[in-house]
């Protein structure tokens, strides 16, 4: 192999890498970027499940997925059900600040779950 090919390679994976992480960590509480398992059906209920309130249907639709399953309860679904609609309505930082009153998406290991992603769905529905 020549030394074309062998960098050639070595970009190629290195911009595969960047772009899946960038994707990973993008969907968690942006509401505008669709995660992997995004489907329009998930997406009405999940939509529905936060208009109602209702934590059971939205805990159904999570399943077991990451850190947000764990952080969530009935007594905190009407607040994280408010940091998602700010956070379709763009106020990001004040989405943010709930998330993190409830222990989500702290990166310096000050939140529950230190150490463990949201997984799906979140983002909030992603």
Same mark, same amino acid.
């Given at each position: 192999? !020549? ?17 899946? #992480? ?25 939509? =529905?499940?936060f208009e109602s309130g209702d934590y059971n249907a939205? =805990? #159904? ?5 990451? !850190? ?7 007594? !905190?679904?009407? =607040? ?10 763009? =106020?990001?930082?004040?989405a943010q600040k709930i998330r993190e009153e409830l ?5 310096? *290991?000050? *939140? ?12 909030? !529905?992603?």
């Open positions: 192999m !020549n030394k074309t090919t062998l960098g050639l390679g070595a970009l190629a994976l290195l911009v595969g890498v960047a772009g899946i #992480s960038t994707v990973a960590s993008a969907y968690r509480g942006d509401s505008t970027v669709k995660g992997p398992n995004y489907t329009e059906e998930r997406h009405e209920a999940m939509e =529905k499940a939205w =805990k #159904s639709l999570m399943g077991e997925r990451g !850190n947000m399953t764990r952080v969530i309860n009935q007594d !905190n679904f009407a =607040k994280f059900a408010e940091a998602h609609e700010l956070s379709e309505e763009g =106020k990001t930082a004040e222990g989500l998406g702290l990166h310096n *290991g000050s *939140g529950q779950g230190r150490g463990q992603h949201a997984g799906a769905g979140r983002g909030m !529905n992603r």
